[in-house]
């Protein structure tokens, strides 16, 4: 097999190398051999996959007899006691946004108020209703300073990537009805979250992936010119989950709006810190509602919203686009059926400590929360900066991407592990990044950073021959013809997850 590729494929030019490989991968005995070797590489990961096999009682079958309940806290307590350690001291790049035990807490204790609310029965839980229309109003009011509620609307979504779905399905339809267009496209800039192509895939839409500039931003030529008649929504972030970098929302969305297309600004990361970023004095492009050519907008209340896992709002300039989003039946034996977003049944109990969650940080609470984070991230921003070999990409706020020219920046990242730091990998070009949370804002842990990050860098200068286990598997991801089998190793990943032996 290696053999082969080192002979063969690399020389070829990727396009004819790929329909020889995906020629030759339907051979059995290389099939075979592929399936051996992914086998062997899934067994490898096992281990620290399943770290708790024959170490917690298992249980592929249910119990024939209930289990006592202080058991089951105390098994599901030392679980989560191992697994808070990191995040806690501020080990993990983005995850858990806020995680302070007294905020903890208080959302703990919001959620069994309401752990029975469904808002798909809002006759009997109107207190979820109104949760609901509360977020979405107090994001809009963020995002769209003096717009009213007929001008800018929305709803309580379940993450980041169900807003985007949403927004995506909500074009579409939109397009199909109004414009009468049958084959969908949308135009993203290539660092756009993957929840983009995501949709395209289940929605049946074209996507054309733009590339960026040089300092990480999208083109805004390069966007225009990928617009063509079937083109439904362009796409902007603020910032980039990549690479942190605002995109210029306000010439795409003036593109977008003198085509006549529809403009959805992703601010997933962005929502909830650059409003107050902009009211902290710093200089942040304009990126919401206040340019008339954005159109939607995502922002996730379950990041630097600071509630817990499971909500995100997704935002409409007026109801007539929003209801394009709504699904409703009015034939169904089952009665007359409506809901928002694609699930029936949702937990209101999210909704509940989402709306506590804004309600208790207040505008003052989200503004200390970002200054502490603005000076966190320039404070690591200054070390990576002074690390010699690495250099940052672009010029990010509070998510800092960073590669290196000279060393093996996957190696970087393995060393980091080592020393109890998880970042996260990105490729395309090869970089690392860190996303800033108040977790990071404690005394010390900034210096903690720079200086493992010093010796990381200093270990890979050292033994640079040392390979890892990402560095092999981005550089086959970075090929072509290799991309496929790398994607048919992340669904042998995704099995694992759900393997029980
Ligand atoms: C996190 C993120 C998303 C997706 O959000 P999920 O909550 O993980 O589904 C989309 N866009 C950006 C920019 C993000 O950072």
């Known amino acids: 097999m290696r053999k082969l590729v080192e002979k063969v494929l690399y020389r070829l030019p990727e396009a004819i190398a790929a329909r020889l490989f995906e020629t030759v991968r339907r051979v059995p005995s290389v099939q075979a051999s592929i399936e051996k070797e992914m086998e062997e590489m899934m067994a490898g990961m096992r281990q620290s996959v399943k770290p708790y096999k024959g170490r917690v009682p298992e249980f592929p079958k249910m119990p024939g007899q209930g ?3 202080d058991e089951i806290i105390g098994i599901m307590e030392d679980l989560q ?3 808070s350690e990191k995040w806690k001291h501020g080990y993990v790049s983005g995850a858990v946004y806020h995680g302070d035990d007294e905020h903890m807490d208080f959302l703990n204790r919001v959620y069994a108020i309401h752990s029975q609310s469904n808002p798909l029965h809002s006759d009997i839980w109107p207190s979820a ?4 229309a509360e977020i979405v109003s107090m994001t809009a009011n963020m995002l769209g300073s003096g717009l009213t509620e007929d001008e800018i609307c929305g709803v309580v979504s379940s993450g980041g990537t169900e807003s985007i ?13 109004e414009k009468n267009i049958r084959s969908p496209e949308i135009v993203v800039p290539v660092t756009a979250h993957a929840a983009f192509d995501k949709a395209a895939r289940y929605f049946g839409m074209k996507i054309v992936h733009v590339p960026v500039k040089e300092d990480f931003a999208a083109d805004p030529e390069a966007m225009e010119k990928a617009i063509n008649r079937n083109t439904v929504a362009m796409v902007g972030s603020a910032p980039s989950f990549p690479h942190g970098i605002i995109d210029p929302i306000e010439e795409l969305s003036e593109i977008a709006r003198k085509k006549g297309i529809g403009f959805h600004t992703d601010a997933c990361l962005g929502g909830f810190v650059l409003p107050w970023a902009e009211k902290l004095g710093r200089d942040i492009p304009a990126f919401d509602f206040r340019l008339p050519g954005v159109t ?8 630097y919203g600071y509630a817990a896992k499971g909500t995100s709002v997704i935002l409409y300039r007026g109801r007539q686009l929003r209801r394009y989003q709504y699904f409703t039946i009015t034939d169904w034996p ?7 977003t694609f699930a029936g049944s949702r937990p209101g109990a999210l909704s509940a400590q989402c709306w506590a969650a804004m309600v208790k940080m207040g505008e003052d609470g989200y503004m200390e929360a970002t200054r502490r984070i603005l ?6 921003r200054k070390g990576i900066t002074e690390t010699d070999g690495l250099y940052i990409m672009g010029a990010p706020l509070w998510v800092i991407a960073f590669a290196s020219d000279t060393l093996n920046i996957y190696q970087v990242m393995e060393q980091m592990a080592k020393r109890g730091w998880s970042l996260n990998g990105l490729h395309r070009p090869a970089c690392v990044h860190i996303a800033i949370t108040l977790r990071h804002t404690s005394p010390g842990v900034a210096e903690r950073f720079v200086s493992d990050l010093r010796d990381a860098v200093s270990h890979v200068k050292q033994y640079p021959e040392e390979q890892g286990d990402m560095a092999p598997v981005y550089g086959m991801a970075a090929t072509i013809p290799f991309r496929g089998l790398v994607g048919d190793m992340l669904e042998r990943y995704i099995d694992l997850l759900y393997s029980v032996d």
């Open 129 to 132: 209703a109104k949760y609901e």
């Open 165 to 177: 779905l949403l927004a995506m399905k909500t074009y579409r339809d939109r397009a199909g009805k």
């Open 81 to 83: 006691e191992k697994e």
């Open 334 to 340: 089952g009665g007359l059926y409506f809901s928002p």
């Open 296 to 303: 939607s907008m995502s922002a996730d209340t379950h990041k």
């Open 67 to 69: 289990m006592d309940i």
């Open 375 to 380: 000076e966190t991230a320039e404070e690591i």
